[in-house]
């Protein structure tokens, strides 16, 4: 089924915070907005969050008992060897590894965690609503396929009235995100 | 907070923000000068007597080399430490600066970074092709296997050096990369090339600028930035163990760890001004790269420089105040007189004293004297680890172990090699890379440049 989107364009920051608060206030539900860099202030206004960090905490203490486990096994149980005396579990030396070795896996962990959550993954064609957002425009989509004619018009006259350069009426068969 | 008034702003001449995609990108789109290829020559023809003096080391065995039973390190092992140490600031610019939230960072972390993962290959390969029997490098991964099973010594520094390593790298790519994924979109979004967009269509994974992308995107930052700044620093106190560890007179020093990480961060920073002169020279981004960001840098040279100094000092005191007459001789007989003054005074000349002009506002505002300094850090570095490897092995405990130790061209020629690969490295990055994190740099167009912040 085909879906149908406005979209605002803004030039700057300014326009496009203050054009995403009006919609909020008449209760418009935002679809999504794109930007050339990270803008702060979008986070808050639509509530959005990341667990990112959670879960690269739960990644990191698997990885330390993982590991630590590991040595323990290798050092202790499967093939003891004596090295200058020292006892078989030496903890202390084995810290080093640990460290290293939570650090990796915290990384990778999360960079998959974070491809998968976000659709990012090599050669994946998310579905570009206008291909400037990337360069130099601020860009609100709004998706209109509940809302008639009339509430379309009025989005499009918000946007307009807070300073959209453009407002643009666009179909999409399947949305990829 | 920032002071616009006294540190100007961060990109200057007022870019809107296409400009600033268009700028950062250019080189890319544009056939390189005649420069880009002469070097690129040179360093290829460095590359191929390089692989050709890897060539014979492999075939022929370390026997190729000048080091012998009691200088078992030489050159290798020196150049490993130098290579770690450049691959060291990349990461510890980009990481630390980015926890620190110092926003100048942005116009130089991708260079940095591209920098750090180009040396820490080079650096590999050093270890690698000393363990004799390259081919059988695979037994120091801890794998279930047939002999025994007889697991990798966990105890050792040099295992540990071998998963620092292995990690950093793989780490340092992989914060490079992301970084990356919106810069490769705005390609793709800008070109109208179509080779070009599916190429960076499908390396950019997709990437759109949502909301949600750019806030998993600086969460997934802050992590890594977060966890790898230990990394930075455990990488070069693991190398030091190496050392630490061994009980050769002028090793056996708990100074080691932070003395390692601070000259690696040195040389580090060096090598990120020697290419950010010659970027700022070569493709003129000078609005972005402004003086205020080498001015910067070279602050936090002299910075390094007297902790370098004091490290220093401190080495040969300790040698004087243990009373130990081993470390008294490798001090003040091998060192600071002796058949090795040349290197050492070379290191303190170069690392202590020259660092010390960036206190005149001249030389941090003049290119030569950026380009200078910072080339002379680096040959510094290399004679500081040429002291620390070579020095002690040479003269221990037993006078007739004494010998003395020279490189044969072999050993010159990976060197070279590593030097060849390194540039070519670099100039295939500013080719085919953005030089600059185009929407980094994008978010802070606006610091130092309104009347109201």
Known sequence: ?177 | MYNKKIRGPLVEGNKTLSQISKEILSPMETVPGLWWYITFGISSIAAIFGFYAIFITVSRGIGTWGVNNSVGWGWEIVNFVWWIGIGHAGTAFSIFLLILRQRWRTSINRAAEAMTVIAVMMAALFPALHMGRVWLAFYIFPYPNTRGPLWVNFNSPLFWDFIAITAYLLISFSFWYLGMLPDFATIRDRTKSKIKKAIFGFFGMGWTGSGRHWIRFESLSFILGGIAAVLVVSVHSIVSTDFAVGIEPGWHTTLFPPYFVVGAIFSGFAMVMTLMVIVRKIYKLTDYITDNHMDAIARILVFISLIMGTAYSTEVFIAWYSGNEYEMFTFFRNRITGDFTFQFWGMIFCNALIPQLFWFRKVRRSWIGLLAVSLLINLGMWFERFNIVVTSLSKDFLPSNWVSYNPTYIEIGVYLGTLGLFTAGILLFFRYIPIMAVSEVKSVINIGRKSDD
């Open chain 1, 1 to 177: 089924m085909k879906k149908t989107y406005k979209i605002g364009i803004y030039d700057d920051e300014e326009t496009f915070i203050s054009s995403i608060k009006s919609l909020q206030q008449k209760e418009f539900k935002i679809y999504d907005v794109f930007t050339p860099y990270p803008v702060h202030e979008v986070f808050h206004l639509l509530k959005l969050k990341s667990r990112l960090p959670t879960a690269a905490y739960f990644f990191g203490l698997f990885a330390i008992i993982a590991v630590l486990a590991f040595l323990y096994y290798t050092s202790v149980i499967n093939w003891p060897i004596v090295y200058g005396g020292k006892p078989f579990n030496s903890f202390p030396s084995f810290i080093v590894v640990t460290i290293v070795i939570t650090i990796f896996t915290v990384t990778i962990a999360s960079l998959a965690t974070f491809s998968a959550r976000s659709k990012l993954i090599p050669g994946r064609d998310n579905t570009i609503f206008d291909h400037r957002a990337t360069d130099d425009k601020f860009v609100i989509v709004v998706n209109t396929d509940t809302l008639g004619d009339s509430g379309s018009d009025q989005i499009e006259a918000l946007m307009k009235e807070q300073g959209a350069v453009e407002v643009l009426d666009k179909e999409f068969e399947n949305v990829i995100a």
